[in-house]
């Protein structure tokens, strides 16, 4: 656990930012009822003219990354036709398709991790897909799994990352029951969660099936450690909170998740391509007797395939599933706070999608972005959220067209929180995420206040220093060959105020206050101008000060 920081960001060319420091605002939100079911209204109707500022902070939750195109294409859309026209758009391309064209698929990368790291990132940067890109990096940290840990699979650790990521994207927009069925038959679940070559119990040797999968699919995939109402709020029996399953439901769940392996359809993990292909069944090392958990009974004799399906159904089914990956995607997108009403509005959704369908995440979608909380006008006290390390860096990438000319994208392994970002794709200590949906930060007033932040279990002294470090020298010099398109902001430079204008605008959806940008205004006005390395030299500082300014970091 750390405690949140105040930390003056770090500034090489003389300048201080008197009143601004990093992390310094507190998320905060509405509160609210609770109750078993809500009215869900329609979405509030867009505004007659939606305004860059407006159109900037959609993208700031529905994309990776603003640019000024982005935002025009917003404002001539609308909200709405632009999500749709987001999922209209085609996959272009698969990390795994990237591994094989470099070449990782030869022996001699198989048991090291070299090439995902730039697959992963390349996605992240520049797939033209931005709202899929958003949605996969969520649904990846709420159904997790990392590199690290896929131990044990005959090597290909980046090929197995690489199809889990892949996977996640394929339903991004699609179904939370398809995406359950195909995280519980991949490898890297398998691995991460040790089940793939699971087996049935054994009274002689003393042994049982192995539990892990089938406790977290349940805590952490669906539906969670205790009742909910459809808000999200605890349903209480005797004013206590229930839980919502116990050590029984696990043991019968796990019987289900016996008998899962490789399909080895080679014979041999001499290649990767184990790793594309869901896990199959192994007949004899299936339990065949009954499965009982969650009141549901899966019959003696049912065989692994069925007893998987009618598990899912049952957890899919559950009235938890709603509101317990509703509220997280939220958080995920718009703000760490949602109230009960928003959260009871996106569960409806998720529930019903208006035409009977159940789990459909582009409803879910819809119903976030769309909704009145996330379309409101912000506060300066209310709503919002810290945006994670990945996402700081990723609008700045975004916004700038950063790109590698080789192609080879190397940024690398960012977790080091000291030298980098604290944070990785696909690189999360545990199955818990980088963070914790309901993290508190202990003796702050966001604590006090009752309401939660995620982000700041990721952030301490070292990994704010650290943060600003590196996004300096990516904005300086880029990082590895991966570097940004300044020709748009070079003709505003000898203008402080335009340049920090448009800063503003594209990173942090005019947020930045008053007061702060004409410090930062302050701040350059102090550089030498006039001449190509000047100008350089100011739209690098004026980066790095927007960056660092609390209204970029904490999203209102």
């Known amino acids: 656990m750390v405690e949140e920081q105040t930390v003056a960001p770090v500034l090489t060319r003389g300048a201080k930012l008197g009143g601004l420091t990093a992390l310094s605002a507190a998320v905060a939100a509405c509160g609210g009822g609770g109750g078993d079911s809500a009215p869900v209204p329609p979405p509030p109707p867009p505004p007659a003219t939606i305004t860059a500022m407006q159109a900037s902070r959609f993208l700031a939750q529905a994309s990776m990354g603003a640019t000024k195109t982005d935002i025009a294409r917003v404002q001539s859309l609308g909200y709405a036709a632009w999500l749709d026209e987001q999922f209209a758009l085609p996959q272009q391309g698969t990390r795994w398709d990237w591994l094989v064209a470099k070449g990782f698929n030869d022996p001699t990368y198989r048991n090291g991790e070299a090439g995902f790291d730039a697959s992963a990132w390349r996605k992240l940067i520049a797939a033209p897909d931005t709202l899929r890109q958003r949605v996969t990096l969520a649904l990846s940290e709420i159904v997790v799994t990392a590199i690290d840990g896929l131990v044990g699979g005959g090597g290909w650790k980046a090929f197995a990352a690489a199809a889990w990521l892949d996977m996640i994207e394929a339903n991004a927009f699609g179904n939370y029951r398809t995406l359950l069925q195909d995280v519980s038959r991949s490898t890297a679940m398998g691995l991460f969660l040790t089940?793939?070559?699971?087996?049935?119990?054994?009274?002689?040797?003393?042994?049982?099936?192995?539990?892990?999968?089938?406790?977290?699919?349940?805590?952490?995939?669906?539906?969670?450690?205790?009742?909910?109402?459809?808000?999200?709020?605890?349903?209480?029996?005797?004013?206590?909170?229930?839980?919502?399953?116990?050590?029984?439901?696990?043991?019968?769940?796990?019987?289900?998740?016996?008998?899962?392996?490789?399909?080895?359809?080679?014979?041999?993990?001499?290649?990767?391509?184990?790793?594309?292909?869901?896990?199959?069944?192994?007949?004899?090392?299936?339990?065949?007797?009954?499965?009982?958990?969650?009141?549901?009974?899966?019959?003696?004799?049912?065989?692994?395939?069925?007893?998987?399906?009618?598990?899912?159904?049952?957890?899919?089914?559950?009235?938890?599933?709603?509101?317990?990956?509703?509220?997280?995607?939220?958080?995920?997108?718009?703000?760490?706070?949602?109230?009960?009403?928003?959260?009871?509005?996106?569960?409806?959704?998720?529930?019903?999608?208006?035409?009977?369908?159940r789990g459909n995440l582009r409803a879910v979608l819809k119903a976030i972005l769309l909704d009145e909380e996330a379309r409101g006008v912000p506060t300066a006290s209310g709503g919002g959220k810290l945006r994670e390390p990945m996402l700081r860096f990723l609008a700045w990438a975004r916004a700038f067209n950063a790109s590698s000319a080789s192609d080879a994208w190397q940024i690398g392994n960012t977790s080091d929180p000291g030298t980098r970002l604290g944070q990785s794709p696909l690189r999360s200590p545990s199955v818990f995420n980088f963070f914790r949906p309901g993290y508190v930060p202990p003796n702050s007033a966001i604590g006090s206040a009752g309401l939660v932040a995620p982000e700041f279990q990721i952030t301490n002294e070292s990994s704010v220093i650290g943060y600003v470090n590196y996004l300096q020298r990516a904005v300086g010099t880029g990082i590895g060959d991966v570097v940004a398109d300044y020709g748009a902001l070079l003709p505003l430079a000898d203008n402080a105020q335009s340049l920090v204008d448009e800063l503003n605008l594209v990173l942090a959806a005019g947020q930045i206050t008053a007061a702060n940008v004409a410090t930062i205004k302050t701040a350059l006005d102090s550089m030498a101008s006039g001449t190509d390395t000047a100008r350089r030299n100011r739209v690098q500082a004026a980066l790095v000060l927007v960056l660092a300014a609390p209204e970029f970091l904490v999203l209102k």
């Not at 999200?232 to 229930?242: D, E, I, N, Y």
């Not at 998740?257 to 869901?278: K, N, Q, S, V, Y």
């Not at 899966?298 to 509703?326: E, Q």
């Open 195 to 357: 089940f793939r070559g699971n087996v049935k119990a054994d009274a002689v040797k003393g042994t049982l099936p192995d539990e892990n999968y089938a406790r977290e699919v349940m805590q952490l995939f669906t539906i969670g450690l205790q009742k909910l109402n459809l808000d999200g709020s605890l349903q209480l029996a005797g004013g206590q909170p229930q839980d919502t399953y116990g050590q029984d439901d696990i043991g019968g769940l796990a019987r289900v998740f016996t008998g899962w392996d490789f399909d080895l359809a080679g014979g041999t993990t001499a290649t990767p391509d184990h790793h594309r292909r869901p896990m199959i069944q192994v007949p004899t090392r299936h339990e065949s007797g009954a499965k009982v958990f969650l009141g549901t009974t899966i019959a003696a004799g049912t065989d692994g395939t069925t007893s998987l399906a009618r598990a899912l159904d049952a957890l899919f089914a559950h009235p938890n599933i709603a509101p317990f990956i509703g509220r997280q995607l939220i958080q995920r997108l718009v703000t760490s706070n949602p109230s009960p009403a928003y959260v009871a509005r996106v569960a409806a959704a998720f529930a019903n999608d208006g035409s009977g369908a």
